[in-house]
């Protein structure tokens, strides 16, 4: 131990480098000196990679999908550390290809474009082969149905609330989703699909109407022909546009007026959804909202359809109300008095409300989307006998 005395040591003590960083005690001297003086030489860290490529000394691609489900695995479910959470969600990430929580989105790939990554929530009792699946708006994400996950499932219902990836084409993207039904092994869903969402659902049943796998639809501020939004001839441009006027041209269909409290939060959380997505999200969705196309009803007339809409300002003219009552002449009606753009949001327990009043002609059947333990016996006489009425009257 050197005191105050030892004066011999001192001027050693003062140029003998000491170490100054964790790992560099064991150096000699000299590489101690070259360490201090910032002259150790230091990793290549990656540069950003140039467009439409990956540089070589990057991780693999692997590595950044070793998340991702595979539509060749089967998902292996795990008990959950976190306590306090619904049954539902009590599962682990899903690395490895196990299956997603509240707090991560299940991911998987169908296509053989790696890209192509489809990200789902999955609540509810896992032996209902025939679930509620949401399908998103164009501003949307899986997670802008929150409010009826968590209630639908309170209930016994089982949800699966949707993100799709890129796809430029209608076509393409009803291939993809029948290939995500293949994988979570079901033959047939009910469809909530919230404006382009809707028009999805119903191309994809129109898709399936050789062998259906769409036992029933919901269509909340849906339409049945892109042509009334008069972009068709730029719908082949989007791709080029950057994200900032993609974003603008999507948020000119917002509520800029006075709203109420409920609504203005709606807005805002849509807001935000929507700067979570990128550019080649943000213009295939609107490729897809007004590429020239339209639903063939000849092809779904004998599919149950509930229409929901506001009476309020939303993106949908009067006119695109009045085609889908036309379209769809035995649908039943939900309205709703007020709700805007997003009423699953500011008006959650009305259209919860009606999505089970939807689903409740499915109950005591094979494509019910509820555990049947959760329905009393004399309900489920009660919509026994009605089937026998109806199948008479057929």
Avoid at 23 to 49: D, F, M, N, T, Y
Avoid at 112 to 125: F, V
Avoid at 234 to 249: D, E, Q, Y
Avoid at 276 to 296: D, I, K, M
Wanted: with cysteine; glycine share 8%.
């Amino acid at each position: 131990m050197v005191t105050a005395g030892d004066t011999q040591l001192r001027p050693f003590l003062a140029t003998w480098p000491r170490p100054s960083k964790p790992g560099s005690a064991g150096l000699r001297p000299a590489a101690r000196k070259i360490r201090e003086r910032g002259r150790w030489p230091r990793p290549a860290w990656p540069r950003a990679p140039p467009l439409g490529g990956r540089l070589s000394n990057a991780p693999p691609r692997s590595a950044e999908l070793a998340g991702t489900e595979r539509s060749t695995h089967r998902p292996r479910p795990g008990p959950s550390s976190l306590p306090g959470l619904d049954p539902c969600w009590r599962e682990k990430p899903p690395w490895g290809g196990g299956k997603g929580n509240w707090r991560r989105p299940r991911k998987i790939i169908v296509d053989d474009d790696d890209s192509k990554i489809w990200s789902l929530y999955d609540a509810g009792p896992r032996n209902i082969r025939c679930p509620l699946i949401f399908l998103p708006p164009v501003s949307g994400t899986a997670d802008v149905f929150f409010r009826q996950i968590l209630a639908l499932t309170g209930w016994g219902y089982r949800v699966i609330a949707l993100q799709y990836p890129v796809y430029w084409d209608h076509l393409e993207f009803c291939d993809g989703f029948r290939k995500l039904l293949d994988h979570l092994q079901l033959d047939k869903v009910h469809l909530f699909g919230a404006s382009l969402g809707g028009f999805l659902a119903q191309k994809f049943a129109e898709y399936t109407h050789k062998s259906p796998r769409v036992q029933s639809l919901i269509l909340c501020n849906a339409f049945s022909d892109t042509s009334i939004f008069n972009q068709t001839w730029t719908a082949n441009s989007f791709w080029l546009m950057p994200s900032f006027m993609l974003k603008k041209i999507v948020l000119g269909n917002f509520s800029s007026g006075p709203v109420d409290p409920m609504m203005a939060d709606a807005i805002d959380f849509m807001v935000d959804r929507l700067e979570s997505l990128g550019q080649s999200e943000l213009a295939s969705r609107l490729t897809l909202n007004c590429q020239n196309s339209y639903v063939e009803p000849h092809k779904i007339r004998d599919i149950p359809v509930t229409i929901m809409d506001v009476f309020d300002q939303s993106a949908l003219s009067t006119e695109a109300k009045e085609e889908m009552y036309k379209l769809y002449p035995n649908a039943r009606r939900a309205h709703l008095k007020t709700g805007g753009n997003f009423p699953y949001l500011c008006r959650s327990a009305e259209v919860n409300l009606y999505v089970q009043i939807h689903l409740l002609q499915f109950h005591g059947t094979k494509y019910a989307a509820i555990d049947p333990s959760m329905v009393s016996a004399e309900e489920l006489e009660v919509q026994k006998g009605n089937l026998g009425i109806s199948q008479e009257e057929q």
